[in-house]
């Protein structure tokens, strides 16, 4: 098992930035790729970023390879602190359509874009952009 909260979310305008924080707990944190998805109501979750296993390894490795949704790219910015077991979503240039809900899961295995490939998932966090 493992365990994920998220913090950071909150009300800011556009252009703004929030980073969003997932802390876990449970299996070893290095072995999970890890990724954030979004949903607004009425609509499926949608993938916004994802990284990389670390190979087990408690430090960051530039093996680590990350993944985007083209919305974002160039905007947001996943990174993890396995000492932490912590992944965070650094996002600049925030829009409105950037509003939602937003969670990170633990990656089981294939495709890090589909949200059917993560087998756990913290309970959200709402990121509001105001124009």
């Known amino acids: 098992q493992v365990q994920l909260v998220e913090s950071g979310g909150g009300l800011v305008q556009a252009g703004g930035s929030l980073r969003l924080s997932c802390a876990a707990s449970?299996?070893?944190?290095?072995?999970?790729?890890m990724g954030w998805f979004r949903q607004t109501p009425g609509k499926e979750r949608e993938f916004v970023a994802a990284i990389s296993w670390a190979g087990g390894s408690t430090y960051y490795s530039d093996s680590v390879s990350t993944y985007y949704a083209d919305s974002v790219k160039g905007r947001f910015t996943i990174s993890r602190d396995n000492a932490k077991n912590t992944v965070y979503l650094q996002m600049n240039s925030l829009k409105p359509e950037d509003t939602a809900v937003y969670y990170c899961?633990?990656?089981?295995?294939?495709?890090?874009?589909?949200?059917?490939?993560?087998?756990?998932w913290g309970q959200g966090t709402q990121v509001t952009v105001s124009s």
């Open positions: 899961a633990a990656h089981r295995s294939g495709s890090y874009y589909s949200s059917n490939r993560y087998n756990y």
């Open positions: 449970g299996r070893t944190f290095s072995n999970y790729g």
